[in-house]
Every structure is written in structure tokens, then in C-alpha cells.
């Protein structure tokens, strides 16, 4: 049985003051879900103080970025290695790393399989375009983020593999999308990696859906039975916001 996974991701926002006081007001609100794993995504400079502060029945860490490499002559990068004990997950690929940071299918293939190594959960972000999505290439798009993104992974490895499916046009334009559609997606992701690892081993990866996800679409998404959790963004800013999402995934 896979356990639901809410994710908030905030991205290049809170410093180290807000982030402890933030951090703070969650964790005094959130009960220990059992049936719910959250994860927090802040910037790297305040991981690492955050990861002091955390209180890991209630939720774990996750960074946004990593490089591949373990060590060596690469300035201006976290190597992934460096996350040990620090964060649990790391989100590989997010559209803001493939459109802005121009990111290549390589470097995200290297990445997942540097954190699966490093034993650090990969979050492994894809996504159609709105040009994507209008020509009607959704499924091929994300067939091929698959099979690129996982390609250095073993079946045996396939469970520690989150999957979210974040179309771009989606994210932070307040245009989510349809519930329809991300059950839809959803199935098209697990097929594929069926396809790629068979029945059983697919079933072990979680899928996540992300794009402009308030309290109020949250529960629309959660009742997708082959979805298994959120990856949050701007709503994730709001620790009363973010509980509400998170509360939405409590069962009973
Ligand atoms: P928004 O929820 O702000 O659209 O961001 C989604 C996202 O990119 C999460 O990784």
C-alpha cells in the first residue's frame, strides 16, 4: 500500500528567520499523520539549519536541486551526497530547472540515479507544455521523460522513485488542471513504466500531481485513486493553507 506523500515546494522563498518561524507554526499544528508522509522543499542555504529543527514523525525534508557528482570542481553546486541525514527526497527536473536553468535529459537521468545511490529519494518532475499539450503530445512527452528519466534505475530501485506530474502550463498560473485529466495522466505514467518495468514494480512508484493547487482542488485530486499525493507550490507558503491541503489527505 502506498502512502500518500504532500509535498510543498518553496521554491526561492523564506530565509532563515522565516523558514524557522514557519517551520515553527507547522509543526505545532500537524498531528503526526501516520497515513500521510509531508515533506517540506526550501532553499539549500536553510536545509541544513531546518533539518535541526524538524520534527521527523511530522515531516521530512526534501531539497530542490542537486548535482550528480559527489565531489569535485564544480562551483556553485550541492552535490547530492552532502543531503545525507539532512533531506530524505530531492526534486529532480522541475520545469523551473528544465525551462529556466536549461537542464538537460542527461543531467536529470544522472541525478536521479546520483540520489538513488546516495540513498535520498528522487522526486522525478515531468510535465507537458502548453505547445505540448495543444499538438495533442501529452502522452509522448511524458513516455519520454520516463524513459529518459529512469533510465540508469532498476526495477529493484523503482520504489524509491516518486514520480509528480507537473504540467507546465499549470504551474503558478492558477490554471490547474482537471482532476479528468491528471487521473487520466496518471494512468498514461503508470502504464508507461509498466511498460518499461512491469506490473509490479509500477505499482511501487508514488505519482504526485502539481500545479496551482489550493485547499479548495486539493480533494479532487486526493479522491484520484491511482494518485498518491500533491506536490504544492504557492499554497505551501501559507503553513494554514498547507495544513488544510495536508489534512485533506487524512483518511478518517
Ligand atoms: P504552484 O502550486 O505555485 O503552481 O507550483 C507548483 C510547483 O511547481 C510545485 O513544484
Known sequence: MRKKLIIGNWKMNFNMHEASLYLHKLMNMLPSHRDVEVVLAPTILTLQSLSLQINRRIAKL????????????????????????IADYVLIGHSE???????????????????IRNRIRPVLCIGETIQERTLGETKDVLADQLTSGLANVTAEELGEVV??????????TGDNAKAIDVKKATQMIRRHISHLYGKKAAESVRILYGGSITPASAADY???????????????????????????????
Open 163 to 172: 514520480v509528480a506530474y507537473e504540467p507546465v502550463w499549470a504551474i503558478g
Open 62 to 85: 526534501a531539497a530542490q536541486n542537486c548535482y550528480w557528482r559527489d565531489s569535485g570542481a564544480y562551483t556553485g553546486e550541492t552535490p547530492v551526497a552532502h543531503l545525507r541525514g
Open 222 to 252: 486526493l479522491a484520484i485513486d491511482e494518485l498518491d499525493g500533491l506536490l504544492v507550490g504557492a499554497a505551501s507558503l501559507d503553513a494554514y493553507q498547507f495544513k488544510e491541503i495536508i489534512s485533506k489527505a487524512h483518511k478518517g
Open 97 to 115: 530547472r528544465r525551462y529556466i536553468f536549461i537542464e538537460s535529459e542527461k543531467d536529470i537521468r544522472l541525478k536521479v540515479q546520483a540520489a
